[in-house]
Each structure stands twice: as C-alpha cells, then as structure tokens.
C-alpha cells in the first residue's frame, strides 16, 4: 500500500494518447526527474510467451546506448475474462512525442532545411546504434523517420522492436499493408513482386539504403513514397540519383557528403557501405557535424542561446557551437572588422565621421554584406 502511495505521488498523469509508436497509452511527468514516461502493456494468454517477453525485456533492459530508449522497469499481473485469464506485462519506458517524421512536417511549415551538420549527424547516430544492437544479435529491423524520436535536448532515440507490440520488419509493414511502398530496398522489391520466393536479403544492407533514402527525403523535403513507382513497384534509382544531385547543389554540401550518401544507396547490396564503414568515414569528420538538430522554426532564438552560452560558460560550451553550427566566429569578427572599415573609408571620402558608440540604442539594418 504504502509503494503504491509513493508511486502515485511522484508521478503526474499529463494525458491519454494514440501513439504511432507506443500504442495507446498513458502518459506521466516523474516528478523527481521531471521527464515524461508512460507504461506498454502485452496481454499474453499463455505462460509461455509471457515467459519469451520477460526474458526479451529482461535482456533489453541490461542494453545501454545513448539513443535507446530506457526501460525503466516492468511488473506482470493477471485479468480475469469470464472463463479465461490473461496475463499482463507492463513495462515502464521513457516517452517521448517529437519524432523525426514531426520535425519533417515543422521544417515545410517554418520553410526551413537540414544542413549538413545535421544530416551526418543522423547517419552517425543511426548508423552506431545499428551496429550496436548488430554486435547483440538484435538487428533493428525498420529505419523510418517514425522510428526515429528527439528527446528534450534535441537528441536522436531509436524505437527499436524490443518496444513494439507488433514485431514486424520494414518489408512485412508493406507486404501486410500496414505502410505505403517507401523505405524498401531493391532486393527487397523483387521478392514483393514475388520474382523470388527465398529471401536471402541482409538487414544489415536493408538499412543502410533506407537511411540513405531517409537522408534524401530530408535534404529535399521529398517524400519517400515519390521515390518508388507504387503501380509498378519499382525504384526510381534514376529519380533519386537527380534529387540528390540537385539538392547538394543548392545547398552547396561536401563533395564528401554527396559521396557517402551515393554509397549508401548502391543498387546492388554488395556495393554498398555497411555500418562499419560509415562510421569509420564518418569519424574522420567528427569535428564537422552536430551534436543534436536544430529546433525547427526557432534556429534563430536556438543559436543566440548558445552563442551567449558561448560567451558565459567557457570552451567546452564553445566547442559545442563550433560542432553543431559550423560557424567559424573568427571568420565573422574579421568580417564585422572589415565592413567597419569600409564604412569609415567612404565616409572619410564623403567628409563625415563614423563614431560607432553613438549608434547604441539605434537600429542599423545590414542591406547586404556585399554592400
């Protein structure tokens, strides 16, 4: 009685949701933590798989990786159901409601991108807990920005299939129609077409060339399902391969980026990059991707907050804005040098002088830095 008092009382229930990724639940406020959380529950009618579902979370809970979402605990009871009894498994998780494929939705509307900073900083992460929940023997079964949630610091966590109530990889949620044609991979198109009856693809591959389609749909803001002919159901390889090019172009990204994406998405899955590889490339460049996203919208008020940070709390905030801005401060001093210099120089011809301190608490609007 008296635990069950404790719990009710560190804890604030906040409301009662559908969600695409847990389910219907309920979700809560940790009082002592002030994070969010909420309970999954699995309704077994045999000893058995309750059993299988114990050991399956037991297991996930001992994993420890910075973008998997923590089990906090989990309890099992019984329900009665006239002449049945069920047993029910619930399992306390982290809870978090911002999703990449949110974030997607609020960058159209405040008309805003990803930068390149960001967009290796998805691969990056993606890619390492891949490889990690692989070195387990728990392959993640489905890369969909769905999948791919953002927790209160703006950082990627990963939905894996240890959460999921319906354990179904990326090729089943479109067999069974549970999903429009989209994040598929070449091999996996000619076994939906039924051309081969054995399937002998690695998932490994498979989630490599839907992160690498994950990476094209946000560069350009393009869905996914654009990227498949969903009557004949094939890869526009050749459609892809224009988008890419067109929008590395205009947002003037690395040669390096462009060719680590294109590795990505071979057609043939012996071609293409697996996670090691990523990682390694991607490690060589550390210094020049972020260390979280953007907010979409708010990228204006979100970097002043770290410049000030930048000022007030020392290097290690500094670095922090140098990795995830890719703003070289010494470049934009010597610049704001420079067009005071040049004013004063067309002044001095014009006869007049160019006092800087009597224009505190005047508005001066830079037209141009051409200019």
Do not use: W
Request: net charge negative.
């Amino acid at each position: 009685m008296g635990n069950q008092q404790e719990k009710e009382q560190s804890r604030e229930f906040l409301e009662r949701k559908l969600d695409p990724n847990y389910g219907e639940v309920a979700v809560y406020l940790d009082k002592n933590t002030n994070l969010t959380f909420t309970e999954i529950k699995h309704v077994l009618s045999s000893d058995i798989d309750a059993a299988a579902l114990k050991q399956s979370i037991t297991k996930r809970q001992s994993l420890n990786h910075r973008c998997l979402i923590k089990i906090k605990k989990y309890e099992n009871g019984e329900i009665d159901d006239l002449c049945s009894s069920f047993m029910v498994l619930s399992i306390t998780v982290e809870y978090y409601s911002e999703s990449l494929q949110n974030d997607i939705k609020q960058r159209k509307i405040h008309k805003t991108t990803y930068n390149e900073q960001e967009l290796k900083y998805i691969i990056f992460e993606i890619s390492n807990v891949c490889q990690y929940m692989k070195d387990l023997k728990y392959e993640i079964q489905d890369i969909h920005p769905q999948k791919v949630l953002i927790d209160e610091n703006r950082n990627i966590k990963y939905f894996d299939q240890f959460l999921e109530t319906q354990k179904i990889n990326n090729y089943f949620q479109i067999l069974f129609g549970l999903r429009d044609l989209e994040y598929i991979a070449p091999e996996q198109l000619v076994l939906l077409k039924g051309e081969i009856r054995t399937d002998n693809t690695d998932q490994e591959l498979v989630n490599v060339f839907c992160l690498g389609l994950l990476v094209v749909s946000l560069m350009s803001g393009i869905r996914c399902v654009e990227f498949y002919n969903q009557d004949t159901l094939e890869y526009k390889r050749d459609f892809v391969t224009q988008i890419l090019d067109k929008y590395c172009l205009k947002h003037q990204f690395s040669n390096f980026f462009k060719q680590l994406v294109i590795a990505m998405l071979k057609f043939h899955p012996q071609d293409r990059h697996n996670y090691l590889q990523i990682l390694d490339q991607l490690q060589q460049q550390s210094d020049s991707f972020a260390h979280f996203l953007n907010p979409p919208g708010r990228q204006k008020e979100f970097l002043e907050s770290q410049f000030n940070s930048f000022h007030t709390q020392g290097s290690a905030i500094k670095s922090q804005v140098y990795s995830a801005t890719a703003y070289d401060f010494n470049e934009i001093d010597q610049f704001i040098k420079s067009a005071r210099q040049r004013a004063q120089t067309t002044l001095d011809e014009v006869g007049l002088d160019l006092k800087l301190n009597a224009f505190k608490g005047s508005q001066i609007t830079i037209i141009d830095q051409t200019d």
